[in-house]
């Protein structure tokens, strides 16, 4: 059923994260895809480099680097629909390596990589001020980490400000690199999950409570409207090991 409902509102490969708009008139779907080579391509993957991909909801970041880029993943998620899901695709793809998808709290994985990648989970994590030293250990002098996150210039909802993640960062062991605001690009993106749940609004009461629907509804229009207001920003960090 969750997988149901989050194919009505999101796009193809489930990306539940903000697509980058390159161009005015950009399908969700091609968002989502921009979003997706941009990432990867500042993680500098080469041929059979370890990937962990933080977060990694339905896959699709772990099966784009695997397919695209030849890397042998790890995806980590709290979330067994996810997973279940993720690992189903999985094992419809035909040849290449697979990827190992697993169902494990950040904290919990201690295994080297030679990449990372985080996208919009970050805002969602407990402890932020142990993650990205936790994720140094992981790497190698010279690794990469990419993490796309929500920022506030004050704390609000989990969110902490983006000179406060540069910050730690640098205290991890990092050299740090920010991108320019993202914050239209996601807006956009939660404005077009709400056109869809609106455009599907029947077959989705077939799945969900309308509380439910009704609360994704206002979350999604009201993160929005955060973004476009200024109280949110977000940004992509490229964070190189020391």
């Known amino acids: 059923m969750e997988t149901s409902y989050a194919k009505l509102h999101l796009d193809p490969e489930l990306n539940h994260s903000s697509g980058y708009f390159t161009s005015g008139d ?11 080579d941009t990432i990867l391509s500042h993680c500098r993957i080469e041929p059979a480099m370890r990937v962990l991909d933080v977060g990694c909801g339905w896959g ?5 680097a695997t397919q695209r880029y ?7 998620t709290l979330d067994p629909g996810q997973l279940a899901y993720a690992r189903e695709r999985d094992a419809e793809s035909a040849g290449g390596p697979h990827i190992d998808f697993r169902l494990t709290r950040w904290e919990e994985f201690s295994e080297p990589v030679d990449r990372i990648v985080c996208v919009n989970a970050f805002e969602n994590f407990e402890d932020k001020q142990g993650f990205l030293p936790h994720c140094r250990t992981l790497l190698p002098v010279g690794g990469v980490m990419v993490m796309l996150t929500v920022t506030a210039e004050r704390r609000m909802f989990r969110v902490i400000p983006k000179e406060e993640i540069v910050r730690r960062a640098q205290d991890a062991g990092f050299k740090v690199r920010a991108s320019s605001s993202l914050a239209d690009d996601y807006a956009r993106t939660l404005e077009l999950f709400v056109r869809n749940l609106n455009e599907n609004r029947a077959e989705a009461l077939s799945l969900v409570s309308e509380r439910r629907l009704d609360w994704h509804v ?5 993160s929005a409207e955060y973004l476009r ?10 964070f190189t090991a020391v």
Do not use: H, P, W
């Open 26 to 36: 950009m399908s969700l779907e091609q968002a989502q895809r921009a979003k997706t």
């Open 60 to 64: 699709a970041t772990a099966r784009a």
């Open 70 to 76: 030849g890397a042998r993943c790890v995806g980590i």
């Open 218 to 222: 206002n979350y999604y229009s009201k």
């Open 229 to 238: 207001s200024g109280l949110n920003d977000m940004f992509e960090f490229t």
